[in-house]
């Protein structure tokens, strides 16, 4: 069954935390299945560009609501401490009675986010980091002593405790831009894929034959016994005509989408018309 989740920026109008939980409010109450935040600190365009923690947002939003999954969509794992992600994320799925999912990813804006901070923006650097961080996060999860030797990080008799609400874990969904192969292996091996595509901008949608390609491959390196994987993509709805919204949504879970993420932002309209967007409910 396909659900459906806003998909919010962190960044612009949308860098007031208050705004952000007021709008996962609506969302819950006119029906949607998810909200999910950006993680930006800074924009590549223009480093003056006001954002917020998305972290916290999403801690606010875990106590005023009761249904809705919750998660960063995503979080550039190279650029962060996974020891403290890791906590973070168990605080956040405890907060949220086990509604968390973590995405994560290589991130962008190389300059104004990694180099700008002294941080290595060579993203093979950062891909190393980010599996690295993958493999920390899963171990310091297992709530069993864990250590870690890696070309970047290093664990020694790390403990973590409590464990998180969801077993065996948090949700784990790896980004990755299609056609590039490489992150979608990387997804395979976790819980769910959050693609994007080449050529396709913010507020823009693949053609469904891009998504299943994408899939197929994802899946094709997944083991027959990995249990249940995710499929979630920024979408874009008219909010107008339920009936055809129903129908595009129906061509891309046959293509093996999962979570629809209705993509808001300035690029879509100004605030109010979002928050009209949100009031009108899911394509469903």
């Given amino acids: 069954m396909l659900s459906y989740a806003l998909g919010l920026p962190n960044v612009r109008e949308y860098a007031d935390p208050r705004v952000l939980v007021e709008l996962a409010a609506e969302a819950e109450e006119a029906g949607w299945d998810g909200v999910f935040v950006w993680d930006h600190i800074a924009r590549e365009e223009d480093p003056s560009v006001p954002a917020t923690d998305p972290w916290i947002a999403v801690a606010g939003m875990a106590v005023r ?88 990080h290093h664990v020694s008799g790390a403990h973590f405790l409590p464990r998180s609400v969801q077993r065996p874990r948090v949700p784990l969904w790896v980004a990755g831009r299609w056609p590039n192969r490489r992150p979608f292996r990387r ?52 909010g107008e005509d339920r009936a055809a919204d129903a129908a595009l949504a129906a061509d891309y879970a046959r293509a093996g989408l999962t979570w629809w993420i209705e993509a808001l932002g300035w690029f879509r309209g100004p605030l109010d018309a979002m928050r009209e967007r949100v009031r009108r409910g899911p394509p469903r």
């Fill in 187 to 238: 997804a395979a091996r976790w819980d769910g894929m959050f693609p994007l595509f080449e050529g396709v901008g913010a507020g823009e949608m693949p053609m469904p034959e891009m998504l299943a390609e994408a899939v197929g491959y994802t899946r094709a390196h997944r083991p027959d016994d990995a249990g249940p994987f995710d499929v979630a993509l920024e979408s874009a709805s008219a």
């Fill in 65 to 152: 609501t009761q249904r809705v999954r919750l998660g960063i969509m995503v979080t550039p794992l190279a650029r962060r401490r996974p020891w403290k992600v890791a906590r973070e994320a168990v605080a956040l799925d405890a907060l949220s009675g086990g509604r968390f999912t973590l995405g994560v990813g290589l991130g962008g804006g190389p300059l104004a986010e990694f180099a700008a901070f002294g941080e290595d923006a060579d993203p093979r650097v950062r891909a190393e980091r980010l599996d690295e961080g993958l493999a920390i996060l899963d171990g310091l999860w297992t709530g069993e002593p864990f250590s870690f030797e890696g070309t970047h």
